[in-house]
T-cell receptor
Framework: GENVEQHPSTLSVQEGDSAVIKCTYS??????FPWYKQELGKRPQLIID?????GEKKDQRIAVTLNKTAKHFSLHITETQPEDSAVYFC???????????FGAGTRLTVKP | DTEVTQTPKHLVMGMTNKKSLKCEQH?????MYWYKQKAKKPPELMFV???????INESVPSRFSPECPNSSLLNLHLHALQPEDSALYLC?????????????FGPGTRLTVT
């Protein structure tokens, strides 16, 4: 089955700096890679996703890149704000099933 | 309505109790999911229903019993749970196969087994 590894486990940045979170996956059949943000006591919420036919996707301050050959994908947050502080999970899923596997999560702290 | 709702928000139950968690969505989604999330861990998939039929059971103990009475409702029946089953139980839904569509999560039920 799919195995998703995520690094770093914790990340602390100064407000205005950039943050990068990296994930690797093992199943070459995986073709959809969502990123979820989960604030304390809240539900996971999708912030951006990318499919295997695309190398990069951007939405305002958030971008995701995918390297299918190396089986890794990354989340980039620019101009970070204190409200970006949360746990971020990457995930991967293959085109032919419903079994989404999450990375272990990254706790991002943005210091004002 | 673009939300997934879950009841109750909190549940405390003894190891001999029988209780049920309820999840509802009115977005016309045809896939629904149960996840278990322990503190400081990612969500772990438990069950998937696709078109009201169980399509994935991730080797979950039989003390957890899912039910999908119709396309909008998903239940999780609990019986003879153990303290280690204490966790946040998240329901999610998607228009179809998760590989093609975003999963929308409910707020979760925080379960404590005493």
């Amino acid at each position: 089955g799919e195995n998703v590894e995520q690094h770093p486990s914790t990340l602390s940045v100064q407000e205005g700096d950039s943050a990068v979170i990296k994930c690797t996956y093992s199943d070459s059949a995986s073709n959809y890679f969502p990123w979820y943000k989960q604030e304390l006591g809240k539900r996971p919420q999708l912030i951006i996703d990318i499919r295997s036919n695309v190398g990069e996707k951007k939405d305002q301050r958030i971008a995701v890149t995918l390297n299918k050959t190396a089986k890794h994908f990354s989340l980039h947050i620019t101009e970070t704000q204190p409200e970006d502080s949360a746990v971020y999970f990457c995930a991967a899923i293959a085109y032919n099933n419903n079994d989404m596997r999450f990375g272990a999560g990254t706790r991002l702290t943005v210091k004002p | 309505d673009t939300e997934v709702t879950q009841t109750p928000k909190h549940l405390v139950m003894g190891m001999t109790n029988k209780k049920s968690l309820k999840c509802e969505q009115h977005m016309g989604h045809r896939a629904m999911y149960w996840y278990k999330q322990k503190a400081k861990k990612p969500p772990e998939l438990m069950f998937v229903y696709s078109y009201e039929k169980l399509s994935i059971n991730e080797s979950v103990p039989s003390r957890f019993s899912p039910e999908c009475p119709n396309s909008s409702l998903l239940n999780l029946h609990l019986h003879a749970l153990q303290p280690e089953d204490s966790a946040l139980y998240l329901c999610a839904s998607s228009p179809g196969l998760a590989a093609s569509y975003e999963q929308y999560f409910g707020p979760g039920t925080r379960l404590t087994v005493t």
